[in-house]
């Protein structure tokens, strides 16, 4: 069974760098069926897609967030990342990663989700 | 930026059916999809490619398309369907959006 676990920081101070992990165990991230990626969402807001990664390394940013974010994969560990430079109080939010299923022509879902985990932006 | 428009809100009673539109000029050339989202709980996945139900959803869950516009529609609502929805798209090339989210409120 696919699980998907958040982990890192659970406040970061405003102009730092946040830095999530996922590990993912019932499934391998180096395969082509799928992707992999990140969505936040803020208290009592809706949910917002920031970044996404591909087995072949390619990445797929929300044009909002695209000059802050990095999204990686360490295939040796079976694990993806977020980085978020410069963070203000904005950037509060409960941070899920997800596996992304594909359907051609760039269309893609978000078929499972990790727990989330609560990152603070404060000083 | 392509955007997906919802309403805040709907309200049903249970037993009747409740239908939750999303609009936006992608999704006659894209596909859609449903997320149910109870409070405090992650997001799960409901209808796929407009219309396709994922194993373990409620066959009373159904989605559908006409031009801009897509439809969820939860027949026989029950009171464990009270949430919030979002509907979801990309743009071809792996950028996705959501809509804002639609709370379903069983009366």
């Known amino acids: 069974q696919l699980q998907l676990q958040e982990s890192g920081p659970g406040l970061v101070k405003p102009s730092e760098t946040l830095s999530l992990t996922c590990s993912v165990s019932g499934d391998s991230i180096n395969n082509n069926n799928y992707l992999w990626g990140w969505v936040r969402q803020s208290p009592g807001k809706g949910l917002e897609w920031i970044g996404t990664v591909y087995y072949n390394g390619n990445t797929y940013y929300n044009p909002s967030l695209k000059s802050r974010v990095t999204v990686s994969a360490d295939m040796s560990k079976n694990q993806f990342s977020l980085k978020l430079n410069s963070v203000t109080a904005a950037d509060t939010a409960v941070y899920s990663c997800?596996?992304?299923?594909?359907?051609?022509?760039?269309?893609?879902?978000?078929?499972?989700w990790g727990q989330g985990t609560l990152v603070a932006v404060s000083s | 930026s392509f955007e997906l428009t919802q309403p805040p809100s709907v309200s049903v009673s249970p037993g009747q059916t409740a239908r939750i539109t999303c609009s936006g000029d992608?999704?006659?050339?894209?596909?859609a999809y449903w997320y149910q989202q109870k409070a405090g709980q992650a997001p799960v996945l409901v209808i796929y490619?407009?219309?396709e139900r994922p194993s373990g959803i409620p066959e009373r869950f159904s989605g559908s398309s006409s031009g801009t516009t897509v439809t969820l529609t939860i027949s026989g609502v029950q009171a464990e369907d009270e949430a919030d929805y979002y509907c979801q798209t990309a743009d071809g090339t792996f950028i996705v959006e959501f809509g804002g989210g639609t709370k379903l409120t069983v009366l």
């Open positions: 997800t596996r992304l299923n594909h359907y051609g022509a760039g269309s893609v879902c978000f078929d499972t």
């Open positions: 490619k407009d219309t």
């Open positions: 992608a999704l006659p050339k894209q596909y």
